[in-house]
């Protein structure tokens, strides 16, 4: 038996996928197949789509007294809809040292996992999870699903999860490979404290789907000591802790190297059109919603 995971709320956000969906299994996304939906698609002969319940009288009549050549025989027209159709709402989620080392990290990713599945959820569609640190992790793998639990249950494999083994997030290429839908939103989740070379081929892997890259600045990455002077920092991945003289040169140094390899990466996302979601803590609902309702403008 699923049991809820103490102190998170359930809480969604509202999305709709940019562009039609072919598919036959009834959803809430704009899709290209016929059938009962409530787009409007045009009409077609009676004896090619018997469905008497759409038969437009007035279409037939119209059409009949056009076209001149079909006195001698009755055309009756019916209209035809486009389906909406479902999708799966994939989480990818980076399981390494630098991302989880912090036990608030991980519970901030845990509430991710169940906010992405319960709106998912909510709204028809399927919810899938797979995450990598320098492996693929299995241990937090969801194939597709609907069922009502599993936004607990997604919450929950991320608080139980083993710590990484080993520094690094080698296994996201790995992961990506696991996403076996036709029409998926994934949800790239990791602080990419990473090679953008590795997220290059990643995002080469996942060209044809709608990437979320969700960039996680926690604060014990992204900060650097403001004086001068002895200080200790401590590395992301390993969680080992170095004293440094912080010199002006070497916090510059350190800034400018942040710099570079965060420009990088936007070029990184720019090229394969991905709109990087910039988030710093907990990653609210609003912030969601306004990601999604900008997609939709653009």
Not at 31 to 44: E, I, K, V
Request: glycine content about 4%; hydrophobic content about 40%.
């Amino acid at each position: 038996m699923v049991t809820k995971p103490s102190n998170l709320p359930m809480q969604e956000f509202f999305y709709r996928f940019p562009d039609k969906v072919f598919g036959h299994i009834p959803g809430a996304h704009s899709g290209s197949a016929m059938g009962s939906g409530d787009r409007f698609a045009g009409f077609a002969d009676l004896f090619d789509y018997p469905d008497p319940r759409r038969l437009d009288l007035r279409a037939s009549i119209r059409s009949q007294a056009i076209d001149s050549t079909q006195h001698d025989q009755h055309r009756w027209l019916v209209r035809r809809y486009q389906q909406r159709s479902s999708i799966t709402l994939w989480l990818l989620a980076d399981m390494s040292q630098s991302m989880v080392l912090a036990t608030a990290n991980k519970k901030r990713l845990a509430e991710l996992a169940q906010m992405i599945a319960y709106s998912a959820i909510g709204l028809g569609d399927q919810f899938a999870m797979t995450g990598f640190d320098h492996v693929w992790r299995q241990d937090v793998s969801i194939m597709p699903t609907r069922q009502r639990s599993m936004p607990a249950f997604a919450a929950d494999k991320i608080l139980r999860s083993n710590q990484a083994l080993k520094p690094g997030a080698e296994g996201m290429l790995n992961a990506a490979g696991v996403i076996n839908s036709k029409r998926a939103l994934v949800f790239l989740v990791s602080d990419f404290c990473c090679d953008v070379s590795l997220v290059e081929r990643t995002l080469r892997k996942l060209a044809h789907f709608t990437v979320i890259p969700i960039v996680w600045q926690h604060d014990d990455v992204d900060l650097f000591p403001s004086h001068a002077g002895w200080t200790e920092t401590r590395d992301a991945e390993t969680g080992q802790r170095h004293s440094v003289w912080m010199r002006p040169s070497l916090r510059k140094r350190w800034l400018n190297q942040r710099m570079s390899h965060f420009a990088k990466l936007d070029a990184c996302f720019r090229r394969y059109q991905f709109k990087p979601l910039y988030v710093r803590d907990t990653v609210s609902p609003q912030q969601l919603t306004a990601y999604f309702f900008a997609m939709k403008k653009s």
